[in-house]
């Protein structure tokens, strides 16, 4: 996520005074100690449950004087045909019942706190709602469920580094007038089969399946604040990182957001069919901030709890989108726990990804893990481990990747490959170490090596980060490019001014290659397999379609790029050898050679490692623009790439010696004996 969103993460500050009930702010540790005094609720009926008996309503807001729910026939634009007076019960919850099972309806809560009645609110554990997620939906989940979804599962997973993650956004994906999709940015549009180009290639779901990943990371599909969805005929365009409601889909994805059965039975529609494609799915979240601050919905039931503050009692802005949460409370801590089961029991959801993850701590990320794990040892979490601002959570706390080794089960994502590859994200011009600058060789090195502690990596060296903090392989997530700052197409268009578009594609090759090769989970954005851009808009996160859609005649123009990541990820899939799992495997079978220049990396995977039935792999990467020459074992080596191709099943064989390195290329060779 992007940090400078506060246009649409909009809210009022919240002052000491309000928070506390008195005229004066009260310092930070005075709400702490408040806010930990107060009782938490972690059963498994709040807000709202249906059974034989009627309709039940439970409510956490422990500082409320009182609490009502209000029944209505519509989702929006009518008055309520009652209300409900709820009563204080157990650890902090209000709860009232109403006879009969009410669905159809739809419900808000309103609480009244220091003599005030609050605005209305869906709750915080809406789990359907309509137009705009305002009102939450009483609907019966056992009448949405896809035919066969009983059966239904995702891949089997033993370690995230088997798996090949593809980011991307619904709308994105699918909306190009080309892309041959009935169901332009809908959930809808992953279920299609058969859908090809205007030029005929294969689109959709086909094209995931002929690519030949594992599984997609979609951007936040839960109920968001900024498109407003009595106006799709506009085409609003949001990434979706200003959360509402946490445990809704979002309505614009679904074709109808005015029914709230659409947009759940849509959505476990477009699991199922990936699923049956053997694709998993992956659920952006968004726990570390809302939309709101003061008309939050939670704010607007348990004034100030689920916050940080600053010392005066304003809003802490961890997030740079105007407010931050606080997972260390144990009503949050149960709120995201709960939430992600929630969403990997009822949807089938095969991973998440945490937004800002660092912003929350440690033990709530473990907490997270070991939960979804009971639930399903195959799920797995990663986020970014890095915050946009301070916060007043201790450092030795955050779920930063420096802490990573803390969270044995949680990735983080490795700025380090990243930035060293292709050049700095915040700098358009900075060049990496495949596009021909000097000195990215040792922090590349890193990437490679996974973060781990290696003998022949000197972290001293690295760019973002001076020791090794990845306790395993496992924890860490590669990639060059995703949906923040540019593509990795205009990044290259604004480093490599004086290359044509051909070498800005060799380049692309090489900065995947290095990724795919290197130890740790591989991640790429969507499109980057056909050479997508945005037109040059970094932070495109509210840009037009214009900008954000992938144009799918790309796909016939640059075949070529597409059967390289194609046989890349084929390569990767195939050999055990770029999967190892623990850092002493890892440190026993890569060895670096000893290369003279700069802009080369040469190094082996020996021994059949992580049990690969190639007994060594030469890896040579020459980011240079003239040629380089590698001094490679003499002996019968099978050529896997070369001078900007790759077959995952060999092209050629070679007898080792001196070999020529093409420039920004890499080589890559294998022999089983």
Known sequence: MKINFKNFCSGSLLTGALLCGVQTACTTTSMESQYASLPAYNGEDLELTVNDNGTHFRLWSPQAEAARVYLYNTDSNSVATDSLEMTRDENGTWVASAPGQLYGMFYTFRINHNGKWLDETPGVWAKAAGTN???????????????????????????????????????????????????????????????????????????????????????????????????????QYNWGYDPYNYNTPEGSYSTNPANPVARVVEMKQMVKALHDAGIG???????????????????????????????????????????????????????????????????HIDGFRFDLMAIHDTETMNEVSAELKKINPSIFVYGEGWTAGDSPLPVERRALKENVSKMPQVAVFSDDIRDAIK????????????????????????????????????????NNSKFAYAAAPTQIINYVSCHDDLTLTDKLHKSMTDANEADMMRAARLAQTIVFTSQGTPFMFAGEEIFRDKKGVHNSYKSPDSINAIDWTLKQKNAEQFEYYRQLIALRKAHPAFRMTTTEQVAKHIVFDSVEGENLISYSIVDNANGDAWTEIKLVFNGSKEAREANVAEGEWTIIAQDGKLNAEGMGTTNGGKLEVAPCSALILARVK
């Open 133 to 235: 997620g305002r009102r939450a939906a009483i609907i019966d989940f056992a009448k949405t469920n896809p035919e066969g979804w009983s059966e239904d599962r995702g891949p089997v997973v033993n370690n995230i580094n088997d798996v090949i993650i593809y980011e991307m956004h619904h709308r994105d994906f699918s909306v190009h007038a080309s892309s041959g999709i009935e169901n332009k940015g809908k959930f809808l549009a992953l279920t299609e089969q058969g859908t090809r180009s205007v030029l005929g290639d294969k689109t959709g779901i086909d094209h995931l399946k002929e690519l030949g990943i594992t599984h997609i990371h979609i951007l936040p599909s839960y109920d968001y604040n900024s498109v407003d969805e009595t106006q799709l005929a506009s085409n």
């Open 281 to 347: 799915v992956i659920m952006d979240v968004v726990y570390n901030h809302t939309a709101n601050n003061d008309d939050s919905n939670f704010s607007l039931t348990a004034p100030g709890y689920y916050y940080r503050h600053r010392e005066d009692g304003s809003y802490s802005d961890a997030s740079g989108c105007g407010n931050e949460t606080a997972s260390e409370r144990q009503q949050m801590r149960n709120y995201i726990v709960n939430s992600v089961k929630y969403w990997a029991q009822e949807y």
């Open 423 to 462: 050049g700095h994200y915040s700098n358009a011009a900075d060049c990496g170490f495949a596009t021909g600058k000097p000195g990215n060789e040792e922090t590349v090195k890193i990437g490679i090596v996974a973060s781990t502690a290696h003998p022949q990596v000197d972290y001293s060296k690295g």
